[in-house]
């Protein structure tokens, strides 16, 4: 069914693809001219909203996904039941404000101290492929900028590549850990893509050529001297020579940095403390990226299996899951909470954003007949670090987490995906309400579709008192 009354262009998550004859026109002509467009200077063609301020009180960022949609209401809404069993040991923080499943959390729940849940989230979609990528990309991804739109960590990486050290920083901003199957750099350049990768107990391969580093450079100069041109930006091959060129320099800079490769390496000792699982090993390595200060400033760790239609209380369903993400959790902000950050007197948790979410969340109350509980809009976040003031939960749902009884922020709403993006965004200082002007199809990027006019905005209360 449409609308009566058209929303204006980038102003409404709900536009999707159905253009007319003369936009589609529109859209293939944009595509031809746009390989131009995306080499220019990331600055020359944004526009920014006066009056925003961006907070600036972090310097990286940790999102932990849990791809399938965790069960906010036995996690990070807990609601007490005859569903509850008695295994989820329900116990009260935040001065009894709170009740959290202590049972399934038996360590991280000692680091509650320095988290913030947001129990008032609302997702738009309850089909898991578009509810993910809605969150990663901040909009519909079937909206007409949905398919160039880049990922959020890709956003990061180009605001914060004028401050890049290339001495120093020899790893892509933007690392992706336990997940190849992420969006990616949309119409950006391919170097503000995610750098996809699974930790592992060497490391990276050898990044030492078999021919030595001596031949490998020759090599390499001949091969800049014989296509360079082709393949720079707005060289005769478009945007997918210069792709290619933007990922070989990448490589070629971590081969030429070989001692890298132990920061992806998971030694058997640590691994057992951060819980033997591979959410656990990419929360060990996403600690170490950060804490080695070369290069990488947005990490996402992605841990799936929480899509628990049946079985959820069995020994495949959350007591599975939490078993892994339990002490990961509790490890990666202990150990950032023990390392110093880069501004003297801060630790890496002041100055670590760290998001953990899903894409929407599950049913509430009595399980289904399966003993499992289906998709539902409705979900909770959980923040600490980057200047998060932590202990306490913003937002409060009815007895069963059905409906939103107390916003528990400014905006007298529910918390959406693009006002999650905003945060982020101001957290580490850029302008979320920025619009750029190079993309192909013409019609002006938001970082955050709706900003500029006020329709989404960052949770400021997260911050303050």
């Not at 988290?115 to 519909?140: E, F, K, P, Y």
């Not at 920061?263 to 691994?271: G, I, K, T």
């Not at 999650?420 to 979320?432: E, F, N, P, Q, V």
């Amino acid at each position: 069914m449409k609308n009566s009354k058209r929303p204006a262009r980038g102003s409404s998550p709900f536009l999707g693809p159905d253009l007319s004859r003369r936009e589609m026109l529109r859209v293939g002509a944009g595509g031809l001219v746009a390989s131009w467009l995306i080499g220019s200077s990331a600055r020359a063609f944004s526009k920014k909203t006066a009056g925003v301020v961006p907070r600036g009180t972090a310097k990286n960022c940790i999102l932990v996904f849990l791809g399938g949609a965790p069960s906010q209401t036995d996690t990070f809404d807990l609601k007490e039941g005859d569903w509850t069993p008695p295994k989820l040991a329900p116990t009260s923080y935040f001065d009894g404000k709170v009740r959290f499943p202590h049972g399934l959390f038996p360590q991280f729940s000692n680091q509650l101290g320095d988290v913030a849940l947001v129990r008032s989230c609302l997702a738009w979609a309850l089909v898991h492929g578009l509810a993910q990528t809605w969150t990663q990309i901040s909009r519909n991804p079937a909206g007409v900028l949905g398919t160039i739109a880049p990922h959020i960590g890709s956003v990061v990486s180009l605001e914060l590549e004028s401050g890049r050290d290339p001495q120093r920083d020899v790893l892509p901003s933007f690392v992706a850990l336990g997940s190849s199957d992420l969006p990616g750099s949309g119409y950006f350049p391919s170097r503000f893509a995610p750098f996809s990768v699974s930790p592992s107990p060497n490391g990276l391969p050898a990044l030492t050529h078999p021919d030595g580093t001596e031949r490998f450079a020759q090599r390499w100069d001949l091969l800049e001297r014989l296509d360079g041109p082709l393949r720079s930006p707005g060289g005769p091959l478009g945007k997918l020579g210069s792709d290619v060129a933007g990922f070989s320099a990448q490589a070629r800079t971590m081969m030429d940095s070989p001692e890298i490769s132990s920061l992806f390496a998971v030694p058997d000792d640590e691994s057992k403390r951060y819980g033997s699982s591979a959410a656990g090993d990419s929360c060990l390595v996403a600690k170490n990226l950060l804490a080695a200060r070369r290069g990488a400033r947005f990490v996402q760790v992605t841990f799936n299996g929480w899509d628990h239609h049946s079985g959820i209380y069995s020994s495949n369903g959350l007591y599975g899951q939490c078993n892994a993400l339990d002490p990961a959790l509790s490890n990666l902000l202990g150990d950032l909470r023990s390392t110093p950050g880069e501004t003297a007197g801060k630790t890496l948790l002041d100055e670590t954003l760290v998001i953990i979410t899903g894409e929407f969340g599950r049913t509430v109350g009595t399980v289904n007949g399966s003993a499992g509980r289906d998709h539902f809009l409705r979900y909770a976040v959980m923040f600490a670090g980057g200047g998060v003031r932590g202990g306490r939960a913003l937002g409060q749902t009815d007895a069963l987490g059905a409906k939103l009884v107390d916003p528990g922020w400014s905006a007298g709403r529910d918390v959406r995906p693009e006002d999650l993006a905003a945060t982020i965004y101001s957290a580490l200082g850029i302008d979320w309400t920025t619009v750029r002007h190079d993309d192909p199809i013409g019609r002006g990027f938001e970082y955050v579709p709706g900003a500029k006019d006020g329709a989404y905005r960052p949770i400021d209360e997260l911050f303050t008192g």
